[in-house]
């Protein structure tokens, strides 16, 4: 997916409507330690949301059920209160995956109503590359499958109603994810493992994602798929504030967890202290214009941001944090037939994913 640069409303909108193993447990199901992760993720409110509201109508399209739910009640709901939707699909093997569709972010009038930043309606599942799910190649063929659309503009962390130039705007995020989670617990109460994965602003969201479903699901082995969302901030950046003001994502971190207000991703780094069975695996483009774009960084602001960050995590983590680099232009991988295809440093990604899912020794750090 070595694309051009475009305008970047135009790329999100496309990947976002267009395309689209075992873990590392004990061995008895769950996962060591994870509770007293759990429990502090509990306290500081990432399980709010859960169990509050219930879907008003379901559809059937093909194998997937599709649940509404009533934007009347203010709960889960899109950007201008429309209606949101969570799609599931039974597979054949007790893991599940909780997958978050990118499509944009927007924090003020201009970002959400004038140059259309990010998504604002929910849609049904998009299937294409490791997300086309039905083909037998597709690593999570066998996998049970709550897809989660995205239209709150707040990378699934955002928890307010605010007033953007005149305009009511829902940043519900936090309980877009949470009735996903919900589905989990309804669907597939007892999985052996969750992946929880995400690409663009699904990608970013994964981090509140993990924090939602440890609450949820306490003893569950869970392991994270980041597909192009590399969860910092650049804090020079204008539209920095601005984002902090309007979704107030940052509001529910832990106390402990000391460097979650520089970047997101500090909160896996965290988790990754706590929870012994967790891995983290992260894609990207060195050039990703989409993400250098919203973020306001040149190329080289960007690679070093991204190289530092996700480094010091690394560092820290260095046998359950990999990452897997790709020296060129592009924007997410996982809804891409370019999944199957695209090599780096001898490494297939759709290899790199597999040794991942199956906790293999193969899995490795692969930076261009």
């Known amino acids: ?181 919900d589905a989990v617990l309804r669907e597939f109460p007892n999985p052996s493992e969750i992946v929880i994965a995400g690409s663009s602003a699904g990608g970013f969201g994964n981090v509140p994602a993990y924090a939602v479903t440890r609450v949820a699901f306490p003893d569950t082995p869970i392991i994270v798929l980041n597909d192009s969302g590399p969860g910092f901030e650049n804090h020079a950046a204008p539209g920095a504030a601005l984002r902090k003001n309007a979704w107030r994502a940052t509001d529910r971190y832990p106390a402990s967890c000391e460097r979650c207000g520089e970047h997101a991703l500090w909160l896996i780094d965290w988790a990754l202290a706590r929870d012994p069975g967790l891995r983290f695996a992260m894609f990207g483009y060195q050039r990703d214009e989409i993400i250098m774009d919203f973020f306001e960084l040149d190329e080289a602001g960007y690679r070093s941001l991204l190289l530092d960050v996700t480094g010091a995590v690394r560092d820290r983590h260095p046998e359950r944090f990999q990452r897997y680099f790709v020296a060129a232009t592009g924007h997410t991988i996982l809804q891409d037939r370019e999944f199957f295809t695209m090599s780096a440093d001898g490494v297939r990604v759709a290899d790199w994913t597999q040794a991942f899912l199956d906790g293999s020794d193969a899995w490795r750090d692969v930076v261009e």
Not at 73 to 99: I, K, M, P, W
Not at 129 to 136: F, N, S, Y
């Open 1 to 181: 997916m070595h694309r051009t640069h475009g305008t970047a409303l135009a790329l999100l909108l496309t990947l976002a409507l267009g395309a689209a193993g075992a873990g590392c447990s004990d061995g008895s199901g769950s996962a060591p330690g994870a509770p007293a992760a759990a429990a502090e993720l509990r306290a500081s409110g990432f399980g709010d949301h859960l169990g509050k509201q219930q879907p008003s109508r379901t559809f059937q399209r093909g194998e997937w059920t599709e649940y509404y739910f009533d934007p009347a009640a203010g709960q889960a709901t899109c950007l201008t209160n429309t209606e949101f939707q969570v799609n599931v699909r039974h597979g054949s093997s007790d893991r599940v995956l909780l997958y978050l569709q990118g499509g944009g972010a927007c924090w003020d009038h201009r970002s959400c109503y004038v140059d259309f930043r990010a998504l604002p309606i929910a849609n049904g599942a998009i299937q294409g590359g490791a997300l086309a799910v039905a083909d037998p190649a597709s690593p999570f063929h066998d996998h049970d499958v709550v897809y989660l659309p995205y239209c709150d503009g707040s990378l699934f962390g955002g928890d307010t109603i605010v007033e953007h130039g005149g305009k009511r705007t829902w940043h519900h995020g936090l309980w877009n994810l949470s009735v996903g989670v």
